[in-house]
């Protein structure tokens, strides 16, 4: 099943397609480090589906269309974007939604973050805000889609339902995304949208369509005596008086049922492709008080707000949590929820556990340098910070000039190696000629001198190079974190999985600054929201092996950066690099803790693909 207005996303070959002889809107998205699939602007997307026509299995440039996207790069045969001068990677997906929908008329709902910026909501999201607004609702509640945020259209503001805090949100035309036609196979047909077609008729649609059909008589007619019995729920404040929440038909209206995944999940990035992460924690944990609308859903709803949108009457399933603690096997609650969603039925969670994110209280005395790794403390301050380098110099260091290259692609500027660069009318650069072709030494790929040069000036400028294609690092790479201070100590405390052995914490600190000509508005200050940060590592040998490496990550300004945070959409604050810590210390409710089998070997591969190995840091 899927939610109204949703896109259906079916993978062929690394993309989509709508279903046979049916007009779709092209959105195309990236995920980011919550799990949100966010879109591309209507520009973008076009250019997208333009370079797709000519190559399925090329790449795109997004800085051909947007200067914001400068450093990114798809690759359309691996369905990744790739950040140049960082080096990340993120998945990308081509989405189709409905030619009436807001993206095929162009219209965009966003709502106001701190810094007075305006964040577009996710698509589906705007999707269901346009068709209320259509429909001319007074307001809509958005508990049925994850969100515990109300929208007044009388005011044109989104409020938060526990904290009463209130965002003006604004509706605006813009170009319309493009139109497709295409065909799947009918094996990969299904899940489809209300309106993509004839129904499946697998047996999971069956049991879905049946167990509806058996149960809308009994849910009409709970509805009409819940309306009866009780007069219409009262609004906060602004809210029009007797206006019902929008609960569209197809809409899941159990999203409070995962609010509380089971201990051991993990999570999985402005411009897309190196969003920051939260500033209060590093996998998005949720800020009290701050919008979080681009969070995914379990970590959106609480048992509060769920409980406060079932109508009277209408049953809920009791579920303590899904971790095996509750009344109510997680197995049969899970079933009974998926049926209870697609009767159109609500389920709640009944007290549900808050996650444990630090230690009992731990004396001085108790705390304990880490054996093996020298020290408690490193800092970073601005005297130790690298000064640019000349880009020629740097790219001609670890390139070798090839006097007959072959007659392909330079995969950074799309033009034919034999041909001038793509970015000769973009860089004017007296030193390098725009046909001249390199090879890397190591890995041996080959691009235009002037695309290297392109690519290296709009990142660090830290004097390493990193290969767009196979992401090898030549030389040192560094970023660019505030001055700051990392503690690391052990407590004699254990973490969940690993009970017998003590608990190292990493305490980072970063104070409020002035940016500096390394960071995105240089002289202006920052801000440094949650600070100190307390995370978490096993003392075992995997555990001190991966501090040892966070050291030097610290040490070479990788574990911050600069940027505008993804979940408060505050800019020119402090966030997280792609590095992931965790920060959850005694529970795993946020995949944000433990136990968690393969995190420590998951951050020592994030670390390695920053260039930090342990050989490196022998070094």
């Known amino acids: 099943m899927s939610r109204p207005g949703q896109g259906v996303m079916v993978p062929v070959n690394g993309l989509g397609f709508p279903p046979q002889n049916v007009a779709r809107v092209v959105v195309w998205e990236w995920l980011n480090e919550h799990s949100r699939w966010r879109p591309y602007t209507a520009t973008v997307c076009h250019h997208i589906e333009n370079v797709l026509k000519e190559d399925a299995r090329g790449s795109v440039v997004l800085g051909q269309v947007d200067a914001q996207l400068v450093p990114y790069i798809i690759d359309l045969q691996s369905m990744h974007q790739f950040r140049q001068d960082t080096g990340t990677m993120r998945p990308v997906r081509r989405n189709f939604y409905d030619p009436s929908s807001a993206p095929g008329k162009g219209i965009v709902w966003e709502w106001e973050n701190d810094g007075g910026a305006w964040t577009a909501y996710d698509m589906d999201i705007c999707i269901t805000i346009q068709n209320a607004y259509e429909k001319q609702h007074p307001w809509l509640d958005l508990s049925s889609l994850g969100f515990c945020y109300l929208i007044y259209f009388n005011s044109m503001s989104q409020m938060n339902r526990q904290t009463r805090r209130r965002r003006r949100l604004r509706r605006r035309l813009d170009l319309a995304y493009p139109l497709t036609v295409g065909s799947i196979p009918k094996s990969q047909s299904w899940p489809v949208g209300a309106s993509s077609g004839?129904?499946?008729?697998?047996?999971?649609?069956?049991?879905?369509?049946?167990?509806?059909?058996?149960?809308?008589?009994?849910?009409?007619?709970?509805?009409?005596?819940?309306?009866?019995?009780?007069p219409p729920p009262p609004l906060p404040p602004g809210g029009p008086p007797g206006a019902l929440a929008v609960r569209p038909s197809a809409t899941f209206a159990g999203a409070a049922l995962w609010a509380a995944p089971a201990a051991g999940s993990t999570e999985t990035a402005p411009p897309p492709g190196g969003p920051p992460r939260s500033p209060s924690a590093p996998n998005g944990a949720p800020t009290p008080g701050r919008n979080n609308l681009n969070r995914p859903g379990p970590q959106r709803t609480t048992s509060v707000s769920a409980r406060a949108s079932i109508p009277p009457g209408v049953p809920a399933l009791p579920v303590k949590n899904l971790n095996g603690s509750g009344p109510v096997h997680p197995a049969l609650a899970g079933m009974t929820g998926i049926l209870l969603c697609a009767a159109g039925l609500p389920v709640c969670l009944t007290r549900a556990p808050k996650p444990i994110l630090h230690p009992p209280p731990v004396s001085k005395s108790d705390?304990?340098?880490?054996?093996?790794?020298?020290?408690?403390?490193?800092?970073?301050?601005?005297?130790?910070?690298?000064?640019?380098?000349?880009?020629?110099?740097?790219?001609?260091?670890?390139m070798q000039k090839v006097k007959n290259p072959p007659d392909e692609d330079c995969t950074i500027c799309m033009e034919r190696l034999v041909t001038a660069?793509?970015?000769?009318?973009?860089?004017?650069?007296?030193?390098?000629?725009?046909?001249?072709?390199?090879?890397?030494?190591?890995?041996?790929?080959?691009?235009?001198?002037?695309?290297?040069?392109?690519?290296?000036?709009?990142?660090?400028?830290?004097?390493?190079?990193?290969?767009?294609?196979?992401?090898a690092i030549y030389g040192e790479k560094t970023g660019t974190q505030p001055p700051g201070k990392m503690e690391f100590h052990l407590i004699p405390h254990s973490l969940p999985g690993f009970a017998d052995t003590q608990t190292i914490r990493i305490v980072y600190d970063i104070p409020t600054g002035i940016q500096g000509p390394e960071h995105p508005n240089p002289g202006k200050k920052f801000t440094a929201r949650g600070f100190p940060r307390h995370c978490y590592l096993p003392n075992n040998e995997k555990g001190r092996k991966v501090l040892r490496l966070l050291i030097t990550a610290w040490e070479r300004r990788l574990i911050f950066t600069i940027g505008t945070s993804n979940t408060t959409g505050e800019s020119d604050t402090v966030v997280w690099n792609e590095i992931h810590h965790k920060t959850e210390f005694g529970s795993n409710l946020t995949g944000h803790g433990y136990p968690d089998a393969s995190y420590l070997d998951n951050v020592l591969a994030e670390l390695t693909a920053q260039g930090v190995s342990e050989a490196v840091a022998k070094a």
């Open 367 to 398: 705390v304990k340098p880490v054996p093996g790794v020298p020290g408690v403390c490193r800092k970073t301050k601005k005297k130790h910070l690298k000064k640019s380098k000349n880009p020629e110099d740097v790219v001609r260091r670890y």
């Open 198 to 230: 004839q129904p499946c008729s697998c047996q999971q649609c069956l049991l879905v369509n049946s167990t509806r059909a058996a149960s809308n008589a009994i849910l009409a007619s709970q509805r009409r005596k819940a309306l009866i019995a009780q």
């Open 421 to 471: 660069s793509g970015y000769e009318s973009v860089l004017r650069n007296k030193s390098v000629r725009p046909e001249l072709v390199g090879r890397l030494g190591r890995c041996g790929h080959m691009y235009h001198l002037l695309c290297l040069v392109a690519m290296y000036s709009n990142g660090n400028k830290d004097g390493s190079l990193q290969c767009p294609t196979c992401k």
